[in-house]
């Protein structure tokens, strides 16, 4: 039972269903790539599987690492007083041994993709880990958690293309990254007057929570407007443009649910629609690329 017990403390401080933001941008970067040259196949499990553990692992690390950098934070914010950390269902020796296995794990995960993912790896988990420390200096912190998550398409790409980064991997960067940037400024409006008293830099602390708001719809709006963009400079054709004016228009939905005057459903546009948007982009992408080619499943 403590096992059980300790399993679901994890999966609660590291927020595990949130998952589903990473791993289809890294997919759709791995299939990208795939279809870069003539003609189309999926990547071989080869890659997938290991890819799937790396961004596991590393999207554990980050989420332990920000619980523990935070820790001090927590404990004073209302809402998050119920983190396993804060309330010592985890201890923080137990998640440092954490965040040492997850590293391991990433790392032997990105040498069995190739030497460059492995001699990039140091520089993922640094960088996974420096965003938390962010927003104790710069309202630019949202752009940096989206950094992290835009890397996702660039480990898919360089898993299946170690030696070269396609216009398309590097599109898709700026566009998870404003779209995660986006979205990080709306969930950061909950804690507004908190980060204030604080004095921590996010946006809505920063600037005011109708500020941040617009801020957030015009870096989303930036975000729809490249995933097409992406899209176009892989080769992808009208069915992956129609995913983009969907996701567009999700997240204008996601906009009309929230205003500075009722913030109560920023759960509902935090997760449930982006977890959509993410798998619409993988997706689109794989039917498009499929369409192409041989409709096959994976080898």
């Given at each position: 039972m403590s096992l059980m017990r300790d399993t679901l403390a994890v999966c609660r401080m590291i927020k595990i269903e949130h998952s589903v933001f990473a791993l289809p941008f890294a997919f759709t970067g791995a299939f990208l790539a795939q279809g870069a040259g003539p003609g189309w196949s999926a990547p071989s499990w080869r890659v997938l599987a290991p890819l799937t553990l790396a961004m596991v692992a590393v999207r554990s690390f980050a989420m332990g690492y920000n619980r523990l950098a935070d820790l001090d934070i927590d404990r004073l914010n209302p809402r998050t007083q119920m983190r396993p950390l804060v309330?010592?269902?985890?201890?923080?020796?137990?998640?440092?041994?954490?965040?040492?296995?997850?590293?391991l794990v990433f790392t032997a995960a990105c040498a069995a993709m190739n030497s460059t993912c492995l001699l990039l790896s140091p520089v993922a988990l640094v960088w996974s880990g420096f965003y938390s420390h962010t927003k104790r200096f710069t309202p630019l912190c949202h752009f940096a958690l989206g950094s992290v998550l835009g890397l996702a398409p660039v480990a898919g790409w360089l898993a299946v293309s170690p030696h070269s980064l396609g216009y398309p991997a590097v599109l898709l960067f700026f566009a998870v990254t404003l779209w995660v940037a986006g979205f990080d400024i709306?969930?950061?409006?909950?804690?507004a007057d908190f980060d204030k008293s604080q004095g921590l830099c996010s946006l809505p602390a920063h600037q005011g929570v109708a500020r941040a708001l617009f801020t957030a719809a015009a870096t989303h709006a930036s975000a729809a407007l490249l995933f097409p963009m992406?899209?176009?400079?892989?080769?992808?054709?009208?069915?992956?443009?129609?995913?983009?004016?969907?996701?567009?228009?999700?997240?204008?939905?996601?906009?009309?649910?929230?205003?500075?005057?009722?913030?109560?459903?920023?759960?509902?546009?935090?997760?449930t629609m982006n977890g959509v948007i993410a798998v619409f982009v993988f997706l689109g992408a794989w039917a498009d690329l499929a369409l192409g080619s041989p409709w096959a499943l994976l080898r």
């Amino acid at each position: 039972m403590s096992l059980m017990r300790d399993t679901l403390a994890v999966c609660r401080m590291i927020k595990i269903e949130h998952s589903v933001f990473a791993l289809p941008f890294a997919f759709t970067g791995a299939f990208l790539a795939q279809g870069a040259g003539p003609g189309w196949s999926a990547p071989s499990w080869r890659v997938l599987a290991p890819l799937t553990l790396a961004m596991v692992a590393v999207r554990s690390f980050a989420m332990g690492y920000n619980r523990l950098a935070d820790l001090d934070i927590d404990r004073l914010n209302p809402r998050t007083q119920m983190r396993p950390l804060v309330t010592g269902e985890l201890s923080v020796a137990f998640t440092k041994r954490f965040l040492f296995v997850c590293a391991l794990v990433f790392t032997a995960a990105c040498a069995a993709m190739n030497s460059t993912c492995l001699l990039l790896s140091p520089v993922a988990l640094v960088w996974s880990g420096f965003y938390s420390h962010t927003k104790r200096f710069t309202p630019l912190c949202h752009f940096a958690l989206g950094s992290v998550l835009g890397l996702a398409p660039v480990a898919g790409w360089l898993a299946v293309s170690p030696h070269s980064l396609g216009y398309p991997a590097v599109l898709l960067f700026f566009a998870v990254t404003l779209w995660v940037a986006g979205f990080d400024i709306l969930y950061a409006c909950q804690d507004a007057d908190f980060d204030k008293s604080q004095g921590l830099c996010s946006l809505p602390a920063h600037q005011g929570v109708a500020r941040a708001l617009f801020t957030a719809a015009a870096t989303h709006a930036s975000a729809a407007l490249l995933f097409p963009m992406a899209g176009l400079s892989a080769g992808l054709g009208m069915l992956f443009l129609c995913v983009s004016l969907i996701i567009g228009c999700i997240l204008v939905w996601e906009h009309r649910l929230i205003s500075a005057e009722d913030l109560s459903r920023v759960n509902v546009a935090f997760f449930t629609m982006n977890g959509v948007i993410a798998v619409f982009v993988f997706l689109g992408a794989w039917a498009d690329l499929a369409l192409g080619s041989p409709w096959a499943l994976l080898r």
